[in-house]
């Protein structure tokens, strides 16, 4: 009689500890499925530009296939361009593409509704059926942008392990979560509250919040599974002239105020009944403000232990939209007089994660204020998942080959030379509509904007496929120095929308 299938937990068993280091070049001979579905709340997703292009943004995880022994599995909605594959197989230095080609599989559902990839998946057994016939029993992982009830559907299904965290833990990664984890491992983190799910008591939260900080100008209200800022309103509390009333008018105002919270989703109300919110204190004050986070992964652990964490990275957030709240890109790596404190608190968040069984990529986001020459840190979430400064990483080791040195956090070419960079999901023009992939690869040829491996400066690019509908693109930016990498940014910015200006469209705008 067949064996009965495994759960996803016997699954996650099989892991071993080298797996986490697979698209980092290092790994061993092994088969790895990539699912970049973003397997998230689809009433926030809808407020992303392009969002179903986004699949595309893993596709620096290819990087793993430098290793002659890894091949992989790519997913996507709808097929991929050859030009969108090869731009980033062209840059894995070490390995010829031809033969990193010949170790990469493509698979797409032929399914553009604004769905997850993963439920279109899950929805295909024949396809899957292909999917399965490559992967080796014993020698085969799932990757994910994100792990939520539906990956755990596809690993059982496939009977094959998924390295992330387990959707059970997930509450880790929520803002109430958060919180409780950075009281537990003694992570600053400013006050707050327990999350709530209706607006009576959110106001009563609110209200406590104040009566025990009456120094606040302002809270954030939070949704307690928000993600880049798109759960968040600022409420300012000043106005409100809250001193002046008592507890009860207290109560009432600010329920009047919540009614007409600027959310960015339409539907919070609905989603606050449904994943609670919290409020917490709106960090002000200091001569300067900053929105630091630090990355790391939490690799396999043998025999059932805790795996090994590793600090990957450290990141200042360039931050935007009506509230200042959403994500837009962000600067490699974060500031020199806090890099190294982020990173214990990255590593103590990681320690802590990993005790619970979290696996694979985390994220601590910070606001750092200076005070004279003193900064402040306060965590205000974690991500238990990839996001939007995983993939500029991944691409800068791709085409560099380097290192993240622990001591200092900066990244170091293999000649030793510290590179930075400045990266973007946001780069928005009106005169980059209606360019195709191959209208970009022209003009960044002709102006000399890619990456030079010999300068070690230049810019690569990502979200291709959202350009011609959008005029919308994404890129890192890489230099020497933190000033040159904002230069080679303002430069690609410029000389790219410009070109794009003048090339005109035969039979239209053509003499």
Not at 231 to 239: H, K, Q, V, Y
Not at 292 to 318: D, N, W
Not at 439 to 451: K, N, P, R, S, T
Request: proline share 8%; aromatic share 6%.
């Amino acid at each position: 009689m067949p064996l009965p299938p495994l759960r996803f937990r016997e699954l996650q068993r099989q892991l071993q500890p080298s797996w986490g280091h697979t698209t980092e070049g290092r790994g061993p001979d092994v088969d790895v499925l990539m699912v970049p579905s973003l397997s998230m709340d689809q009433s926030q997703m809808d407020l992303v530009t392009g969002s179903h292009h986004y699949e595309e943004r893993q596709l620096f995880a290819l990087i793993g296939l430098r290793h002659p022994g890894v091949r992989m599995l790519y997913a996507s909605s709808k097929p991929l361009g050859e030009l969108v594959v090869d731009a980033v197989l062209e840059l894995l230095p070490g390995v010829p593409t031809s033969h990193a080609r010949r170790r990469l599989h493509l698979f797409d559902t032929d399914d553009a509704s604004n769905r997850p990839l993963t439920a279109k998946l899950l929805e295909r057994p024949a396809l899957l059926a292909r999917m399965a016939e490559l992967l080796r029993p014993g020698r085969s992982f799932i990757s994910c942008f994100v792990v939520s009830d539906l990956e755990r559907q596809l690993s059982e299904r496939l009977q094959v392990p998924l390295l992330g965290t387990p959707p059970d833990l997930l509450h880790w990664g929520s803002k109430a979560g958060s919180r409780a984890l950075f009281a537990r491992c003694g992570v600053p983190h400013p006050p707050g509250t327990e999350a709530v799910h209706d607006l009576e008591r959110l106001a009563e939260a609110t209200a406590e919040l104040w009566e025990a900080h009456p120094e606040l100008r302002s809270c954030v209200v939070k949704l307690n599974e928000g993600f880049s800022g798109e759960g968040n309103a600022r409420l300012a509390l000043e106005p409100l002239q809250l001193d002046q009333l008592s507890g009860r008018e207290r109560r009432q105002r600010l329920r009047t105020a919540l009614d007409t919270l600027p959310m960015p989703s339409p539907r919070w109300r609905e989603l606050l009944s449904q994943q609670g919110a919290l409020v917490e204190a709106w960090l002000e004050g200091g001569a300067e403000l900053r929105s630091p986070s630090v990355q790391g992964t939490i690799h396999p652990g043998a025999e059932g232990r805790p795996g090994g964490v590793e600090v990957l990275s450290s990141h200042e957030q360039v931050l935007g939209g009506p509230g200042g709240q959403t994500y837009l890109g962000c600067r490699f790596p974060a500031a020199d007089p806090y890099r190294q404190e982020l990173m214990r608190h990255g590593a103590r968040v990681g320690e802590a994660l990993a005790q619970e069984g979290a696996l694979e990529r985390y994220a601590v986001d910070f606001i750092a204020r200076r005070f004279g020459e003193r900064w402040d840190l306060q965590a205000i979430e974690i991500n238990l998942r990839q996001g939007g400064t995983t993939h500029p990483y991944m691409a800068l080791n791709a085409i560099t080959s380097g290192r993240l040195e622990p001591g200092d956090g900066l990244y170091r070419s293999p000649t030793g030379t510290p590179l930075f960079y400045r990266a973007t999901d946001n780069l928005c023009s009106p005169q980059l509509r209606g360019l195709l992939p191959i209208d970009l690869i022209d003009i960044v040829a002709e102006a000399g904007l890619h990456y030079d491996p010999a300068q070690l400066r230049g810019s690569v690019f990502h979200l291709l496929g959202c350009l011609s509908e959008y005029g919308k693109l994404g890129m890192t930016c890489i230099g020497r120095s933190a000033a040159e990498a904002e230069a080679v940014y303002r430069a690609t910015e410029q000389r790219l929308v410009q070109a794009a200006a003048q090339r005109g469209r035969p039979g239209i705008d053509s003499p």
